[in-house]
């Protein structure tokens, strides 16, 4: 079994060398097959100039390493940590991912989230759980016991958390744990400022949180930042016609998304911590590997 593994744009090890990246660093097996060239070739042309790149190809059975450039480097693993969330979704989850949990056998709706990333993303236009929460009459209960996670991942860099992907991790994660922001500008129509041009910043979904627009209005770039551990936002409207920026927001275990999801459902959702039935239903969302694709897409 070989594994192979390749990073870039990524911070050097203090005193590091370069690795052996010589033809001689790989096995016989591979120094003969055509696979040399998909391997070594690709370093030396113009893609690759301008990057930080590192490649390390193992092989499990025989515990060596086969091939090394600057595998010595510190890299940040960035993408290739998808491959393994890959292979486990690809193994455990159903042909459908399971939306939610529930218990309606009482006089409330007990839900139990499964984490599912697809629910209200802007990029999956059919959302079976709201659709199944819209029509029961019963009221809604969350039970989130089951988490014991935190919103970010151990190593995660802190002062990232203003960047898109960035959102953090929650039971129960809506629109993609993001808020997107827009601005648009047209000319304006009142006859008295004629050739100015009006600005409209919005969002989706709209949200009740802290917004305060910075004194310097029109910056070259539109942008919005967030104060670290609030959901207050803070805008500097740009030069451009239509821009639009992703921002994800504090999570507050659940308390966001149900924040959030009260308008889009039409009633409140309050959340318990009890024990989970044996037995539960379940209402499927997405096919699995539309989002897997997704995810290995981007």
Known sequence: MVVLA???NTK????ST????SVSALSPAITSSANLALVENPLHGDLFASAHTGISIYDLSDGR????YQADKYFLPASNTKLFTLYAALKYLPDSLPGIRYDNSGDSLFIY????PSFLHPEFRKNPVVDFLKKGRKPIVMVTSAWNDQALGKGWSWDDYNDDYMAERSAFPVYGNVIRWYQVS???TQPEVPDSMQTFVFSEPEVNWKVRFNDDRFNQIFAVKRKKDENVFQISQGKELKSEVDIPFVTNGVASALELLKDTVGKQ??????SRPAVLSVIFSQPRDT?????MYR
Not at 18 to 21: F, G, L, P, R, T
Not at 269 to 274: A, K, L
């Open 291 to 295: 989002l897997l694709q997704k995810m």
């Open 269 to 274: 959702i309050t959340e318990r911590m009890e």
């Open 113 to 116: 989230p499964t984490g599912d």
């Open 12 to 15: 050097p090890a203090q005193n």
């Open 186 to 188: 047209q000319k304006n």
């Open 65 to 68: 390493s086969l091939f090394e």
């Open 6 to 8: 390749a990073c870039a």
């Open 18 to 21: 370069v690795a052996n990246n």
